[in-house]
């Protein structure tokens, strides 16, 4: 048994790093966490053992404060990778969240204490019965659904992994009562090493958080290369190389990447130097029960619309955001922040997770809250989606129509709301408003017809709303040409959409 004591305060190290001899074998780890609770969001636990490989990394946050690395996932906490305990040098390291140090700590200071033995505990947050990484692999082709249809789920949420108040297995509750089909955990700076058994598809995923924004990858298994660079120099100037590079791998890899809430509060989007023509996704709807939410995400879909107009081809995407447990609500919230609220709605051939990254990749998506859609078009005879590229070969195909068929329900579950939803067909910027015909008490449909005007860069979308309660649907657009745009950098749109 050893015990290690780290101290942490403003201006401190960020990254301290101690280590323990392992002479004999060890059935399983047992590191037991000291730390005042006021303070536990303020740090990561980071361990590698002596072949220099990760075995637990999480925040310490709300979880359990014994942590354990056994054999297989039921025997290993989440964010451990199970597996043989060999011997030699392991590292320990606590990490300072920046982000929340400068905001929580003050002139304060503390102490954390780690002590390690081969003590035997009951694990009371495994991995699960799914191993993503370590004895399994994480199948990407398992076939969850054959359907070629609309599947539901939520690409940002948190658990107990980082900052958030459930557990895997609670999460996964509330998305089956969300009626959810897939899920995405995306913690801040650390990866599930694998999940409870669920009906859900989960895909693996990891929230990169920075001074300069926030934004998620999707399908990433392995932790990407810089990212305990970025825990370590997270609020330096050299931040913005490693997020440069952590973009660069994610594209290399063919993960796929998001910013998120990019107008939001003191998480807004900062990293200026993004170059445009490799953003391909932005979140345009975060937890709308959040206060500073609404006009975020009423920037965030201005935003993208004049990212459209440039010629810019980026596809919004929904995240709940989910922290909270289902009793607690933001301060004026009349509702709880779930996850599945907004939805993502992803059209997909057969529900596997890398038919997941492809049709996210097309920008087959809606983003929805308090409804459902379907959305198609059909031009010259063939169906497309939102997100496809309509092909025009000479103006003369300009007096072909191309329609569009919306249909609407209403959740079941919408909190004694009274919705009346209101269609609008965007045209390159142009809002029109579209009459809906009511089906019955819950489901509205619209046939729309609508002409393409030029054989050069042109787009079209719908977005729901309803005067009583805001945002319903967002559906990304259809289009058609192209465009080049003089603009280079994420900093130099802002800008220019700003009018400065």
Same mark, same amino acid.
């Given at each position: 048994?050893?015990? @290690?004591?780290?101290?942490? *305060?403003?201006?401190?190290?960020?990254? *301290?790093?101690?280590?323990?001899?392992?002479?004999?074998?060890?059935?399983?780890?047992?590191?037991?966490?000291?730390?005042?609770?006021?303070?536990?969001? @303020?740090?990561?636990?980071?361990?590698?053992?002596?072949?220099?490989?990760?075995? $637990?990394? #999480?925040?310490?946050?709300?979880?359990?404060?014994?942590?354990?690395?056994?054999?297989?996932?039921?025997?290993?906490?989440?964010?451990?990778?199970?597996?043989?305990?060999?011997?030699? +040098? !392991?590292?320990?390291?606590? %990490?300072?969240? +920046?982000?929340?140090?400068?905001?929580?700590?003050?002139?304060?200071?503390?102490?954390? /204490?780690?002590?390690?033995?081969?003590?035997?505990?009951?694990?009371?947050?495994?991995?699960?019965? *799914? %191993?993503?990484?370590?004895?399994?692999?994480?199948?990407?082709?398992?076939?969850?659904?054959?359907?070629?249809?609309?599947?539901?789920?939520?690409?940002?949420?948190?658990?107990?992994?980082?900052?958030?108040?459930?557990?895997?297995?609670? &999460? $996964?509750?509330?998305?089956?009562?969300?009626?959810?089909?897939?899920?995405?955990?995306?913690?801040?700076?650390?990866?599930?090493?694998? !999940?409870?058994?669920? /009906?859900?598809?989960?895909?693996?995923?990891?929230?990169?958080?920075?001074?300069?924004?926030?934004?998620?990858?999707?399908?990433?298994?392995?932790?990407?290369? #810089?990212?305990?660079?970025?825990?370590?120099?997270?609020?330096?100037?050299?931040?913005?190389?490693?997020?440069?590079?952590?973009?660069?791998? &994610?594209?290399?890899?063919?993960?796929?990447?998001?910013?998120?809430?990019?107008?939001?509060?003191? !998480?807004?989007?900062?990293?200026?130097?993004?170059?445009?023509?490799?953003?391909?996704? $932005?979140?345009?709807?975060?937890?709308?029960?959040?206060?500073?939410?609404?006009?975020?995400?009423?920037?965030?879909?201005?935003?993208?619309?004049?990212?459209? *107009?440039?010629?810019?081809?980026?596809?919004?995407?929904?995240?709940?955001?989910?922290?909270?447990?289902?009793?607690? +609500?933001?301060?004026?919230?009349?509702?709880?922040?779930?996850?599945?609220?907004? &939805?993502?709605?992803?059209?997909?051939?057969?529900?596997?997770?890398?038919?997941?990254?492809?049709?996210?990749?097309?920008?087959?998506?809606?983003?929805?809250?308090?409804?459902?859609?379907?959305?198609? =078009?059909?031009?010259?005879?063939?169906?497309?989606?939102?997100?496809?590229?309509?092909?025009?070969?000479?103006?003369?195909?300009?007096?072909?129509?191309?329609? &569009?068929?919306?249909?609407?329900?209403?959740?079941?579950?919408?909190?004694?709301?009274?919705?009346?939803?209101? @269609? =609008?067909?965007?045209?390159?910027?142009?809002?029109?408003?579209?009459?809906?015909?009511? #089906?019955?008490? +819950?489901?509205?449909?619209?046939?729309?017809?609508?002409?393409?005007?030029? $054989?050069?860069?042109?787009?079209?979308?719908?977005?729901?709303?309803?005067?009583?309660?805001?945002?319903?649907?967002?559906?990304?657009?259809?289009?058609?040409? #192209?465009?080049?745009?003089? @603009?280079?950098?994420?900093?130099?749109?802002? /800008?220019? !959409?700003?009018?400065?």
């Amino acid at each position: 048994m050893e015990t @290690l004591t780290y101290h942490i *305060q403003k201006d401190g190290s960020i990254w *301290q790093e101690k280590t323990v001899e392992v002479n004999s074998h060890m059935e399983n780890m047992n590191i037991k966490i000291n730390i005042p609770k006021e303070y536990a969001l @303020l740090c990561y636990i980071i361990v590698k053992d002596s072949n220099g490989r990760f075995r $637990m990394c #999480r925040q310490i946050g709300y979880g359990p404060r014994t942590l354990i690395i056994g054999r297989d996932g039921m025997h290993t906490t989440a964010g451990g990778t199970a597996g043989e305990i060999p011997t030699g +040098r !392991w590292k320990f390291i606590i %990490c300072a969240f +920046r982000e929340y140090v400068m905001q929580r700590l003050g002139e304060n200071s503390f102490d954390v /204490k780690l002590t390690v033995s081969d003590d035997i505990s009951s694990v009371k947050e495994p991995v699960g019965e *799914q %191993c993503w990484i370590g004895n399994e692999e994480f199948d990407f082709d398992r076939n969850y659904n054959r359907d070629s249809r609309w599947y539901k789920g939520d690409f940002h949420t948190h658990t107990r992994l980082s900052d958030g108040k459930e557990t895997t297995r609670n &999460a $996964m509750k509330k998305a089956e009562k969300m009626g959810m089909d897939f899920y995405v955990p995306t913690e801040h700076n650390v990866l599930h090493t694998g !999940w409870p058994d669920t /009906k859900i598809m989960v895909l693996p995923g990891v929230e990169i958080t920075t001074s300069l924004g926030h934004f998620n990858i999707f399908g990433c298994v392995g932790t990407p290369g #810089r990212l305990t660079h970025i825990l370590k120099h997270d609020g330096e100037e050299r931040v913005s190389q490693e997020v440069e590079y952590t973009i660069r791998e &994610a594209d290399e890899k063919e993960w796929l990447w998001s910013i998120n809430h990019p107008f939001l509060h003191i !998480w807004k989007w900062t990293y200026d130097n993004l170059k445009l023509k490799n953003l391909r996704f $932005m979140e345009i709807i975060n937890d709308p029960t959040y206060e500073y939410a609404k006009l975020a995400n009423e920037n965030a879909i201005s935003f993208i619309d004049f990212l459209w *107009q440039q010629g810019f081809r980026v596809f919004g995407l929904g995240g709940s955001d989910s922290h909270n447990l289902i009793d607690e +609500r933001y301060e004026g919230a009349d509702e709880p922040s779930v996850p599945g609220d907004p &939805a993502t709605l992803v059209y997909m051939d057969g529900m596997t997770p890398s038919n997941l990254l492809k049709a996210v990749s097309k920008g087959h998506v809606i983003v929805t809250r308090y409804i459902t859609m379907e959305t198609y =078009f059909i031009y010259e005879n063939n169906e497309y989606l939102p997100g496809d590229r309509i092909e025009i070969s000479s103006e003369s195909e300009f007096e072909n129509n191309l329609v &569009a068929s919306v249909t609407i329900k209403i959740n079941e579950e919408t909190y004694g709301k009274d919705i009346v939803p209101e @269609l =609008f067909l965007i045209e390159n910027g142009i809002k029109k408003e579209i009459g809906l015909e009511k #089906r019955d008490e +819950r489901t509205y449909m619209a046939d729309v017809i609508t002409n393409w005007h030029t $054989m050069e860069w042109e787009w079209k979308r719908f977005e729901v709303t309803s005067k009583d309660y805001g945002f319903l649907g967002y559906v990304n657009p259809v289009f058609h040409g #192209r465009k080049k745009s003089k @603009l280079k950098t994420f900093g130099e749109a802002v /800008k220019v !959409w700003k009018g400065e």
